[in-house]
């Protein structure tokens, strides 16, 4: 059974840092593409940055420059620095872990609030 648990999250005041972390099990997880999203009370779930098993990584425009997301193949970790953090970063963050054949999966989330 696959299972993605994030942890990391938390208040943080603008400017500041966050850097959350996703646990994966019940995959083989050095072939899926992890990503991680995130949903802001009244807006739709956005990609906020995603890494494939190739190591090409894509971010919402939102964040490039400010976050970076990163993998770990042996602890089968996926992490995400979060710097420069503003009031709209503010979210339920998710980790995601998708594969073409073998379907995706969907962590619990987060909660990343920035405010001062």
């Known amino acids: 059974q696959v299972q993605l648990v994030e942890s990391g999250g938390g208040l943080v005041q603008p400017g500041g840092s966050l850097r959350l972390s996703c646990a994966a099990s019940?995959?083989?997880?050095?072939?899926?593409?992890m990503g991680w999203y995130r949903q802001a009370p009244g807006k739709q779930r956005e990609l906020v940055a995603a890494l494939s098993s190739g190591g090409v990584t894509n971010y919402a425009d939102s964040v490039k420059g400010r976050f970076t997301i990163s993998r770990d193949n042996i602890r089968n970790m996926v992490y995400l620095q979060m710097n420069t953090l503003k009031p709209e970063d503010t979210a339920l963050y998710y980790c995601?872990?998708?594969?073409?054949?073998?379907?995706?999966?969907w962590g619990q989330g987060t909660q990343v609030t920035v405010s001062s």
């Open positions: 019940g995959i083989i997880f050095s072939i899926y593409t």
């Open positions: 995601h872990a998708e594969h073409a054949v073998l379907g995706n999966s």
